[in-house]
């Protein structure tokens, strides 16, 4: 008798596994998606919000039937110095109403309904299972090892996630990450009322904020904050560059608690209870990081593949891994009229992704990551920016200076010269 | 809001903790030629201490998965990681 073998084995249930799994069980195929948590979503988070145009590709109006939290209408970043704090805001109130922009998100919940519409299109889930390493036969990789089991299947789809293992395993990345190329996020979902949650944020009805932090949060390292607002909570967090951390002396947990009392957190989630701590790498080097991404037999996804776009006031990841899952289903399904599941013949997962948004944004942002690193981003601007705009504001009966003597009187009282300025002008309006 | 330590904080977290296997084992001999200890800093749960004979102490409960200290080690070697065993670990309920 022939062993069982499945079409497809996806390894790791979040967004970009699931979506593969469910557009290849729509297809007919014997899927097997496989999740190391309890439940899907269970070893999941990130910092708060979905960008809804991917998923609204493969579910349309899936914010119908979706555990969305609030669509998001109203964008801001903030720049903190002290104590000053300058904020640039936008609300656009067609971002809230169909197709919805973005919706800040709960992971445990939102990926264990789209796991859940895998497994409605026929796929099977298989939750609390370590995959330990990939099964190869005649030099391909033929299927997956979970403790004694062997499972059989024609391709194996790695979407488990920015520690990529499998990856690893298949030689498509040859060790972890670099310290530069990752992120630390920590977060902390903090509980409040709904009506609390909107006032705060003069959000009307289940309108949401988003909002972004530079500077004093991170103490000037590389890095940033972030807020969401969720129905009756907020995301609120800290992502640091993973090898700043050590340099500087600084805990991420302690950082953050420092970050709650600042006055311009503290009075949003005063009388909130924090319900969960947790943490989580964020790939941030693009394309510099990305493994090989697809071998004989098998295909790289999402974070694993380094699929993260910080552009310092957009960051995206959750709609590259659904549209990355969506175009590894693709290549598997184009693969499979050959029966032929080699590198060569994968390897059109390439050019799916080119046709998608996932290679063409990661490409034409590609100086984002370098221009990022850049250490005035995170202290000297913050404060030059707060500093100025506040100055702008200020009336206490000093002689009159107009807004050019004042931006070129801050200009040189800030230590930044005119040569960075103009530099650091350019590059960031090439590259973001 | 009162600040909270980090044992107040991974004590608000569900945990499924594997009792009969460690997923990150430390090679505290390689640790020992470590000058740095970037782990001691770089782990979100703090679950890296630096003990007063300069030996690193490491608990693998409470461990958020994420992976940094596998990333920032300096040393080949010093630190094995893997995932728990399935099932086994953190457990968000929000995400």
Request: with cysteine.
């Amino acid at each position: 008798m022939e062993e069982e073998k499945f079409g497809a084995i996806i390894v790791g249930a979040g967004p970009a596994g699931s979506t593969a799994a469910y557009l290849l069980a729509k297809e007919g195929l014997e899927v097997l998606l496989i999740e190391k948590g309890a439940a899907p979503g269970g070893k999941n988070m990130f910092g708060g919000r979905m960008y809804s145009h991917a998923l609204n590709q493969i579910i349309p109006d899936f914010w119908d039937q979706a555990p969305v939290q609030r669509a998001v209408s109203k964008e801001t970043v903030t720049f903190l110095a002290g104590d000053q704090a300058v904020s640039l805001n936008c609300q656009d109130l067609s971002w809230v109403s169909p197709p919805y922009h973005s919706f800040t998100l709960l992971r445990a919940e939102f990926d264990a309904w789209l796991a859940a519409k895998a497994e409605e299109a026929g796929a099977m889930l298989a939750c609390g299972i370590r995959v330990d390493d990939l099964l190869i036969k005649g030099g391909k990789v033929a299927g997956i090892i979970a403790g004694e089991d062997e499972m059989l299947a024609d391709v194996v789809i790695a979407a488990d996630g920015v520690n990529s293992i499998i990856a690893q395993k298949a030689g498509l990345r040859k060790k972890a990450p670099e310290p530069h190329q990752v992120g630390t996020g920590a977060k902390q979902v903090i509980k409040l009322s709904a009506e609390a949650v909107s006032q705060r944020f003069g959000l009307s009805g289940n309108n949401g904020a988003a909002q972004l932090f530079v500077g004093d949060c991170t103490k000037g390292m590389q890095g940033g904050g972030f807020l969401y607002t969720n129905k009756d909570s907020i995301s609120l967090g800290l992502i640091v560059g993973a090898g700043q951390l050590q340099k500087n002396k600084y805990r991420i947990s302690d950082l953050l608690e420092e970050f709650k009392e600042s006055p311009h957190i503290a009075p949003l989630i005063d009388g909130g209870e924090v319900v969960e701590y947790s943490a989580h790498l964020v790939p941030e080097a693009g394309l510099s990081m990305m493994p090989q991404l697809y071998s004989d037999g098998i295909l790289v996804t999402g974070d694993a593949a380094g699929f993260v776009l910080n552009l310092g006031y957009v960051v995206r990841g959750m709609d590259f891994a659904i549209a990355s899952g969506a175009a590894a289903a693709k290549a598997v399904i184009a693969a499979r009229a050959f029966n032929d599941f080699s590198k060569q013949k994968l390897s059109i997962y390439q050019q799916f992704l080119k046709e998608s948004f996932v290679l063409r944004d990661l490409e034409a942002y590609r100086g984002a990551p370098h221009f990022l690193e850049i250490q005035r981003m995170f202290k000297a601007y913050p404060q030059f920016a707060a500093g100025l705009v506040s100055k702008m504001f200020t009336v206490d009966g000093s002689p009159p200076e107009h807004l050019m003597g004042k931006a070129l009187s801050h200009i040189k009282k800030s230590g930044i010269g005119w040569a960075q300025l103009a530099g650091d002008g350019w590059k960031g309006a090439r590259n973001l | 809001m009162k600040k909270l330590s980090i044992e107040q904080l991974l004590g608000i977290d569900k945990f499924a903790v594997d009792d009969e296997e460690a997923h990150i084992v430390l090679n505290k001999e390689i640790c020992a030629t470590c000058p740095d200890k970037p782990c001691t800093f770089a782990c979100p749960a703090c679950l890296y201490t630096l003990k007063e004979d300069g030996e690193i102490g490491f608990d693998y409960a409470g461990c958020l998965e994420c992976g940094t200290c596998r990333v920032i080690c300096p040393k080949d070697g010093a630190i094995t990681w893997q995932y728990p065993r399935g099932g086994f670990g953190i457990n968000f309920r929000y995400g």
